[in-house]
């Protein structure tokens, strides 16, 4: 799903009676204590032990996150064989393409386990434990201490928890902070490094609709590829090496072929990324005209000059494929997220609940003295909002928009030891960590196309910040080039030994202090991320404010409403979500039903256009109605179907799970009319996007005929 999805509105949480099912991302080791009964009461079949048990194998054992929270991927072997989302496999299948081999264009399919590609870098994580560890935190906090003072002895006694948790083991243990710092869990994890891509279908098939399609529901795509864990003989993580051998889970996921209908209890177990749902109407507007704005505004013109770039050739296309959907899907979310909370009233709502808590606030001398500053301290954080402006333009401008600038900074420590230190072990370590990256930086990088967008954003940031926060290089730019972007930029690159690869080799071989300072390039680079420094030193001013009043203010929530149960904010940490499948009503006059066929392709179909090609063996097969064991009871082959189950980014490749604890989807985006989620619920509208697993198994025996995977399966008819 490429984004952050749906979401709770804790409006209705607050001021409801009971909890929506469909609404909430639980802990799963708080199910049994929080939601079995409720999910039972909608079909589930399976206790609160088979979904989640350290002592023995249960659901949770089947689900891991990767790349520490990017993604969500399921075990669906006894061999390590992984399944998530095509474009959470979107990097490695493009770092593995080439002219000749264009595994974004054709697929990729590992007929044997020698053929699986490997990936350095890339990790999936098992969550091994979890624990309450808030009352050894809050123990040691008083109403005495400044947010400083605070948030050091958290990190204090956090330190100390995760030590012990991990010691004498190869587990990593993390202490996070839910409920806006009023609670504090330890989730100890095991993760593996050796993950290697075994098969992915063409983007005809896995990204059908692209950019167009994104975040739409009727949707026809198979979006997924597959990975396999490997681990050394004795079944721990290790880096990649040949003498690796696959992964033996406690626990994988069975597949129903059985489909679903109507109504059917469906949940989703995963990781998602990050929601807001506790926060104010101070912070929603500033969302609104902003962040969301100055994201649009950025990245239409850095995807208008990388879709220009990527026309014109394969190779082309190739190098940037990436780089243009990662930008594209948050700059289509923005948009549709300032449509949904507009529609959906949100500001006002919140203010509604704010005047309901300062009412209960002030009713009582001793919460007043508590929580009566809460909602001030918030409302003064978002006044005088210049330096949020700025820190807004400089990440999207100037950190992530060209590459090269955060490329030459990595060469400031080498440039420190040649200035001071002069230690040659020490310059040859600053050396080599920024080599070892040239080859992979350089492979999928155009340095015109780059210089093309730092002088396009140069200038927006110039137009849009207070001059105050311009790094020093622009004063240059209106001196002497007259405020002409483009030539100055041109110059930077041209001038500067990180312009090609070739000329920051032949630094390497022999580095000196003075080329680096007389480098416009870095020099400029080092400008930048001083003005960055700046900027955040500013904005760090009301942070501890805003920091503080947000956690009074849901700390009182919490206790407003003690008799109801809270689920927290999504934080890459795993999550129960459960609710069932079903239709919605858009808008009037229209009723979208719950599942998508391949009939949807064909009536799609554009020929020529990239978005819609459908590949002809495809339609050969859909002419020959050759669906095999993977139609549904009617006859059709589905493709996607709808629940309500409450997910976001992080989530995508999540498993959706039966009554059974059989896999019956997976999870990949969430639906245009509710892109408000992350901020406010939508119980009627809000829904998760799935792609049918009997969709995916029918491209992987069908269309690819790798039926080695589909052999190593269990399959339940």
Known sequence: MKRILVLGAFLQILMAGIVRADEGMWLPALVEKLNINQMKDLGLAISADEIYNINQSSLKDAVVSLDHGSCTAELISAEGLLLTNHHCGFDEIQQHSTVDHDYLRDGFWAKTKEEELPNPGKSASFLINFEDVTSKIISELNDKMTEEERSKKVREISSKIEREASADTHYNARVQSLYNDNKYYLFVYETFRDIRLVGAPPQSIGKFGGDTDNWMWPRHTADFS????????????ADYSKDNVPYKPKHHLPISLKGYKMDDFAMVMGYPGRTNRYKTSYGINYTMNVTNPVRIKVREEKLRIIKEYMRTSQKAKIMYSSKYASSSNYYKYSIGQNKGLDNLNVIEKKKQLEDQFTKWVNADQARKAKYGQALQLISESYQNLDDEIASEYMMEA?????????????????YDALK??????????ASQRVKDGLDSFFKDYD????????????????????????????????????????????????????????????????PKAKTLEKDPLFQASLEIFRMLSLIGNETSKTTEALEKGNRLFVGGLMEMETGKNFYPDANSSMRLTYGKVGDYIPRDGVKYKHYTTLNGYIEKEIPGDEEFSVPDKLKELY???DFGRYADKDGELYTCFTTNNDITGGNSGSPVINAKGELIGVAFDGNWEAMSGDLAFENEIQKCINVDIRFVLWVIDKMAGANNLIDEMTIVN
């Open 447 to 510: 340095p015109e196309t780059d210089q093309k967008i730092a002088a396009s954003l140069f200038k927006i940031y110039q137009e849009n910040v207070a001059p105050q926060y311009h790094p020093p290089f622009f004063r240059l730019i209106k001196t002497k080039y007259g405020n002409d972007f483009e030539k100055y930029t041109k110059e930077l690159y041209a001038k500067s030994v990180f312009g090609t690869q070739e000329k920051l080799i032949a630094f390497f071989e022999k």
């Open 226 to 237: 597959m990975f396999r864990i490997y681990c050394d003989k004795d079944g721990k993580p």
């Open 398 to 414: 100037m950190v992530r928009g060209p590459e090269i600038f955060f490329f030459a900074y990595r060469t400031r420590p080498l």
């Open 420 to 429: 001071s230190d002069k230690k040659s072990e020490n310059i040859d370590l």
């Open 623 to 625: 002419e020959a109605r």
